[in-house]
């Protein structure tokens, strides 16, 4: 069974390669890390009340919904997806012309991820309070089974932070140089409080510039710079 906290849109991809693109999201309920950050609390938690899915069932639901909304991409988040057994999702989704990604911190590696079309993973920085998982990650790049897009988006908050970011990019630089992988690294601004209200654009602006004049400062070529759109435009409301 696969426990689900919400499914919500069709709205707009906020962060990472695919920023911008018309998303249907599915957030699992249950997540192995906590971080302090953490911008969807609500999801750590399974208790009676969740939802819970065959993958079956799931997979029509989300291809009834897509089909309502004229929608053909769906996105994987939580909580932790790569907890729950997604490969029987994942190909009914792809029958039917669906394209689908997952957002992961990268503490596991199931073996549906190569049928992905897009994996971001996420690993957190030390503002987080959570463990490293680079060890794990670069693991899992070696396999062979692993031929997808892949995007390393790390959120950023502080000096330490940039620093973490810089041994991902060094990550990313030899598996495609060496590999010739698809792979990039994002650097996201942080969210410094998700739980203001209101409109938060004019902080996430100036916290953005403040990032965008450090990476310019750094050794790092080949990096993405990137914001959360849906804060600029929705703030800290949840489901969009």
Not at 203 to 208: A, E, G, H, Q
Request: glycine content about 6%.
């Amino acid at each position: 069974m696969i426990p689900v906290a919400e499914i919500f849109g069709p709205t707009i991809q906020g962060e990472g390669p695919n920023t911008g693109i018309k998303t249907l999201f599915v957030r699992v309920a249950g997540c192995d890390f906590k971080c302090s950050w953490c911008d969807s609390k609500f999801a750590w938690k399974i208790d009676k009340d969740t939802k819970r899915y065959e993958p079956e069932e799931l997979a029509k639901e989300l291809v009834q919904r897509c089909r309502d909304t004229y929608t053909s991409h769906v996105i994987l988040t939580g909580g932790n997806p790569c907890l729950y057994s997604f490969g029987e999702v994942i190909d009914i989704l792809h029958n039917n012309k669906i394209t689908v990604d997952v957002e992961t911190q990268g503490s596991k590696f199931p073996e549906w991820m190569s049928k992905l079309d897009l994996v971001v993973i996420s690993p957190k920085a030390p503002s987080s309070g959570m463990e490293d998982v680079y060890y794990k990650i670069s693991k899992w790049l070696d396999r062979e089974d692993v031929n997808n897009r892949i995007a390393i988006k790390i959120p950023v908050f502080n000096n330490d932070d940039i620093e973490f970011a810089e041994k991902y990019y060094e990550l990313c630089e030899y598996y495609k140089t060496d590999y010739g992988m698809n792979i990039d690294l994002y650097i996201n601004v942080g969210n410094t409080n998700t739980s203001e209200s209101g409109d938060i654009s004019s902080r996430v602006l100036n916290d953005y510039k403040h990032l965008i004049e450090r990476v310019m400062e750094s050794k790092m070529k080949r990096v993405f710079v990137m914001l959360q759109l849906h804060t600029l435009v929705w703030g800290n409301k949840q489901g969009v």
